[in-house]
């Protein structure tokens, strides 16, 4: 059974960093592509960051610049480094990945195109 598990999450204040990190348990598709998304209560969740096999990834606007993904296929783990982090970055962030054996384009980048999932992390900013 694949699990995905999310850690690093925090309070902080604005401006200052996190990094999180996503465990892959039972999970083989090692050109599979991965992303990290947010969800506040009463919004949908949003793709914040992802990354295909290439290793090209995308960005949500509002974090380009700031947010870095990354992923280490020999320690089954995705990251996302999150620098000066402002008030509004505050969100459940969760890790996520497609399911295929291998993927080369994050398009769709929605929650629908996702189908593993970790069960979040509490990132909170304080301004």
């Known amino acids: 059974q694949v699990q995905l598990e999310e850690s690093g999450g925090g309070s902080v204040q604005a401006g200052e960093s996190i990094k999180l990190t996503c465990t892959f348990s039972?999970?083989?598709?090692?050109?599979?592509?991965l992303g990290w998304f947010r969800q506040v209560p009463g919004k949908e969740r949003e793709g914040v960051a992802g990354?295909?096999?290439?290793?090209?990834?995308q960005y949500l606007e509002s974090v380009k610049g700031r947010f870095t993904i990354s992923r280490d296929n020999d320690k089954n783990t995705l990251s996302l480094q999150m620098n000066n982090l402002k008030a509004e970055d505050t969100a459940k962030y969760f890790c996520?990945?497609?399911?295929?054996?291998?993927?080369?384009?994050?398009?769709?980048?929605?929650?629908?195109?996702?189908?593993?999932w970790g069960q979040g992390t509490q990132v909170s900013v304080s301004s």
């Open positions: 996520a990945a497609r399911g295929n054996s291998a993927c080369y384009s994050l398009l769709p980048f929605s929650p629908t195109s996702f189908m593993y």
């Open positions: 990354m295909t096999a290439y290793g090209n990834t």
């Open positions: 039972h999970y083989t598709h090692k050109r599979d592509c």
